[in-house]
């Protein structure tokens, strides 16, 4: 039975992670939501489905991708957005907005309690003093707010958000868009002969001037708040996206109204009646035009689609956990069977965790890192793979240790990084080329990843030796030959990226180094890398040195990859991100309090007593007073 362990396991997770990829189904008497989920729009300059805009959009209002309804109810992000583009009372009932900060909730005359989500309905008397509070947190600089001012910044926002979402395809308060088209299409024409009667100085109808001129204005707000560009060039001379009121506004000269804007009105209005059939038959109708005159941008859509519905990343997550704790599991009973069934695990979620890499790059047409949240995608793929590898050689259990551990703790880091919502959004313009995204910022992110995993093998040296029994004199050397070789792959790509950067530098700004916070750091871990080397080479170090100096290269590399950032100045402060900062503090405090731990006395170390108490056995002398043997320090050397 153990020995077909590792492959009864293997299976089970893979039947699970491929569970996700079975296509998701409306159900029979309800509103298709998956279909509307695919059809394709254009927010924030790139084409996305409209499950992305759901889910994105309810992550920076709410916090999350689900929700519940104002019964309590389940609600997934497809059907919050149906009900905000389509039925916006409904979905002013939702409490979808977080407020935990009570001088905020003191701003409404509220007092604070366990609650915290709070609908539209409930904050639309507040709007005011909202938008004013806001507007005067939006003057300061992001380091500059207080923890107030922060939290009503993001309310206005999501609430900004919120009400552009709503007049998107339609006017909030419609109650029948597919009327008011036909009465604004008809009277275009009267329109536009009373105007020009008007101009010549002619009688002219007034009352059909009127009602054209409202409905205009009412589609000029409607342009003007509109969030979703919904409508698709009609042309191939016209090649941009439109919102619903600039494709209404340009229907004036022509007469006729594109056909997608009557369908996303149709569509509003069986929604609202609760005609799910109808619904349904307007959907489809839109998905078949889109398939025909936009096949390039459904086929993205319906891709990105997939990619959401199997969340490739959250998978890989859970499948690092299982395999860092069977790799943990092997050091006690079972070594071969354990260690081979974390090897496995670890290879389905290296896999998977290269789709999701592979298929954003396909998404965004770029290399693998364009921004904070992919840089840790990277990060923790790069040391999964250099990990595996030093598994593959040593067979112990480290590597895998290691890679389970890297790949979990990178994936969570970009987990919270992908809180502003989309983390396929717009390159910075500095970022904007290929060429140098695919060279410099890949090779400076493969450095971060061998450090960090060279960081990790050193503190499972310090674990073992200082807490438990079982850093022998086998385990001591293979984890020092794995640390050094690791620090040298770090010191390469390190130096390489570090030189391309500025390369790059000298072709965007014209200087080569100019001793920006994101140079510095970069450079501060090529040099902390070098005196690591020559330090050991020189023999000023031995095993507990290197892993002391290696631990503090953790230090360097988490304030070159996040710290300088925010620092808030030079050119590479646009990564700022305040609630990072508490976190990076508590991560170097701890690699310092881990550089203390591994700094006690060898004979305070359990690994090393043992050693040391069977050495005063064999040679017959009472183990009460210590007295550190010749044979132990050469066992386990400072």
Known sequence: MRRFLPALIFVCALLWAASSWRPPRAAANDFDLVTVGKIPVLVGGRIKPLDTVARNSLLIIHGKQTAQGAKGEPLSARRWLADTLFNAPVADQDPVFVIQNADVLGLFGWEQSDRKYFCFAELMPFLRQIDEQGALSEKLQSVERTAYQNAVLNLRNAMVLDQRLKNSVQPEDARSFTRELEAFEGGLPAAGKAARQRETGKSFDQTKLNDTAGLIALYQKLSEMAYILAVPP????????????????????????????????????????????????????????????????????????????????????????????????????????????????????????????????????????????????????????????????????????????????????????????????????????????????????????????????????????????????????SLTRMTYGVVCFATFFSFVGTVLGGIWADQSWGRFWGWDPKENGAVLIVLWCAVILHARWGGYIRQRGLMIMVIFGNVITSFSWFGVNMLGVGLHSYGFMQKAFPWLCGFILSQLALMAVAAVPLERWRSFQTTAESSRLRAGRPAMKFTPPRLAVETIPD
């Open 234 to 477: 009609g042309s191939a001379q016209n090649s941009e996206w439109h919102s619903v009121g600039d494709s209404l506004l340009g229907s004036i000269p022509t007469d006729e109204i594109h056909p997608v804007v009557r369908m996303y009105a149709r569509m509003g209005d069986a929604y609202r009646a609760g005609d799910h059939v109808a619904f349904n038959q307007h959907v489809d109708l839109l998905s078949n035009w889109m398939a025909q005159h936009q096949p390039t941008a459904v086929k993205r859509a319906s891709f990105e689609f997939l990619f959401n519905q199997v969340d490739p990343f959250t998978h890989s997550m859970v499948l690092y956990v299982l395999a860092f704790l069977l790799a943990c599991g092997s050091w006690l009973a079972w070594s071969r069977t354990l260690n081979r069934s974390a090897f496995y695990l670890l290879l389905l979620a290296l896999a998977i965790h290269t789709f999701g890499l592979v298929s954003r790059m396909y998404l965004q047409e770029r290399p693998p890192v364009t921004n904070l949240y992919s840089s840790a995608i990277f990060i923790g793929w790069g040391a999964v793979i250099v990990a595996l590898i030093l598994e593959r050689i040593f067979r112990d259990g480290i590597g895998a240790a290691c890679a389970g551990a890297i790949g979990f703790i990178t994936l969570i880091i970009a987990h919270h990084l992908a809180g502003s919502g989309d983390t396929l959004e717009m390159l910075q313009a500095v970022l904007d080329t290929n060429i140098w995204l695919a060279t410099h910022v890949v090779a400076i992110t493969t450095g971060y990843s061998a450090m960090f995993l060279a960081g990790m093998l050193a503190i499972i040296y310090v674990i073992r030796g200082v807490f438990t029994r079982s850093l022998n004199k086998k385990t001591a050397d």
